[in-house]
């Protein structure tokens, strides 16, 4: 029996990963850790969310918390606050 | 009904795997779930922030693993060794551990209580479940 052969159509999953649907999933995951985040924080809870598509993907981040100088206490918060991102589809 | 499954205690598991892995290479350091009110000069604490269970029988959770030292250099050595050694628990016959994902490397944060340096870093690991005991 002859061996199957899998190929990846990178061009078609850098467009993929770059479309308006995959932008919002990633947005509403990006915000959906923010709002985690500021809720289990010790400090203010104060996380800002960054969202573009690049040239090969959408990609997001959420940044903070604006509210403390601790570097500790934003770790524990955004670490806390990453299964945020799975629960939304 | 489904067969329930129960997970193993991530942090106790990982815990004695590094405890004792760590005195094996001649590394006496406690290993705590707890930052002990008197800080000894040298420890590693586990705590667990988070993870779920990925399918029926396998739980994957969030660790944060943090060293104390008593300075730069003996912080970063403790936390060279404990990084691979977390790396390696897969094979461990203490538990079922499928793999180790990196969340977030080493990350310097000096203790404000103690002023000891301190290093942490994030890890996921996968971990079988088992049948839950008859009642």
Redesign the interface.
Same mark, same amino acid.
């Given at each position: 029996m002859a061996r199957s052969r899998i190929v990846p159509n990178r061009q078609a999953i850098a467009s993929f990963l770059r479309t308006p649907q995959m932008h919002a999933l990633i947005e509403r995951k990006t915000r959906a850790v923010a709002e985690a985040a500021a809720a289990v924080s010790e400090a203010g809870g104060q996380f800002r969310v960054d969202v573009e598509t690049g040239d090969r993907r959408a990609r997001g981040a959420v940044i903070g918390d604006y509210s403390t100088h +601790?570097?500790?206490v934003s770790?524990?918060a955004l670490?806390?606050?990453? +299964?945020a991102a799975?629960a939304v589809d | 009904m489904a067969a329930p499954v129960e997970f193993p205690d991530a942090v106790a598991v990982v815990r004695s795997y590094l405890r004792a892995t760590l005195v094996e290479r001649g590394v006496d350091v406690p290993v705590v779930t707890r930052v002990p009110a008197s800080r000894p000069p040298r420890f590693v604490r586990i705590e667990r922030v988070g993870g779920s269970r990925l399918d029926r029988v396998t739980d994957r959770p969030r660790l944060d693993v943090t060293c104390w030292g008593p300075d730069e250099g003996a912080v970063a050595d403790l936390t060279a060794v404990v990084r691979a050694l977390v790396f390696a628990i897969p094979g461990w016959r203490g538990a079922v551990a499928y793999d180790v994902a990196d969340v977030g490397g080493p990350i310097t944060l000096p203790d404000p209580v103690s002023g000891q340096e301190r290093s942490s870093f994030a890890v996921e690991v996968s971990l079988r479940g088992t049948a839950l005991a008859a009642p």
């Open positions: +601790d570097p500790e770790r524990r670490l806390r606050a990453l +299964d799975r | -």
